[in-house]
């Protein structure tokens, strides 16, 4: 059985940092495109990052270009979101994803094969 788990979020004040993980199982986690989307209130689910399954390559929403990081484990099936100086605007339910094909960069929401339940980031000020 396929699991997405995330974790990590929470409330955190404005210019804080924040970590989310991704804990992956019941797929062969390196064999696949693996991305961050979030979906703030009311608004629709966008790209926020991703990294192909070697992880030598990746992608960010300029958005969060300078702030934000992707990274995995392979060797632990966890996929990481480093949050640096996070502002009220990221304020949204972040999801991680699971893809098998590599035909789309940066793959888009309709695309993923597999996605986790998300995890609540609140930015307050």
């Known amino acids: 059985q396929v699991q997405l788990v995330e974790s990590g979020g929470g409330l955190v004040r404005s210019g804080n940092s924040l970590r989310l993980s991704c804990a992956a199982s019941g797929f062969t986690f390196d064999r696949y495109l693996m991305a961050w989307f979030r979906q703030a209130p009311g608004k629709e689910r966008d790209f926020v990052a991703a990294i192909t399954w070697s992880g030598d390559s990746y992608n960010h929403a300029d958005s969060v270009k300078g702030r934000f990081t992707i990274s995995r484990d392979n060797s632990k099936n966890i996929l990481y979101l480093q949050m640096n100086n996070v502002k009220a605007e990221d304020t949204a339910v972040y999801y991680c994803?699971?893809?098998?094909?590599?035909?789309?960069?940066?793959?888009?929401?309709?695309?993923?094969?597999?996605w986790g339940k998300g995890t609540l980031v609140t930015v307050n000020s």
């Open positions: 994803a699971a893809v098998r094909s590599h035909s789309r960069w940066p793959p888009q929401v309709d695309g993923m094969d597999y």
